[in-house]
């Protein structure tokens, strides 16, 4: 997930059934576990041209089957419902769009691809 620099998000939430609740509802991800999120915070991509953008990177791990995959099945399908929890951070109206059009992208489906 990319944000703008600055702009980290509170929690990833996901909703679904999890392993130890068969009722779908709503739960938060942990931080720096498996599944789970890792916020890398601000960091420098750099393009083939040599110009560089500050962003703010997290990654958000889910498993086949385990918990943050909706079907709770491994299928080799990833089905995730949930998105960013986003505390009211300062921001411009510029760059607010670009949250907005982030939020609207979830849920995604992921296909793993076996060999």
């Not at 601000?42 to 040599?50: A, T, W």
């Amino acid at each position: 997930m990319i944000l703008p620099a600055g702009r980290s998000p509170a929690n990833i939430v996901s909703y679904g059934p999890t392993s130890d609740n068969d009722t779908p509802h709503w739960y938060p991800f942990e931080n720096n576990t498996t599944p789970g999120v890792f916020i890398f915070g601000d960091v420098s991509l750099v393009s083939s041209s040599g110009q560089s953008v500050i962003v703010n990177a997290t990654s958000v791990r889910i498993l086949d089957g385990g918990d943050g995959d909706s079907d709770q099945l491994a299928n080799g399908t990833i089905v995730f419902v949930g998105g960013p929890e986003i505390n009211n951070q300062s921001s411009s109206s510029s760059d607010s769009g670009a949250v907005l059009w982030l939020l609207l992208l979830l849920p995604v489906s992921i296909v793993i691809f076996k060999r």
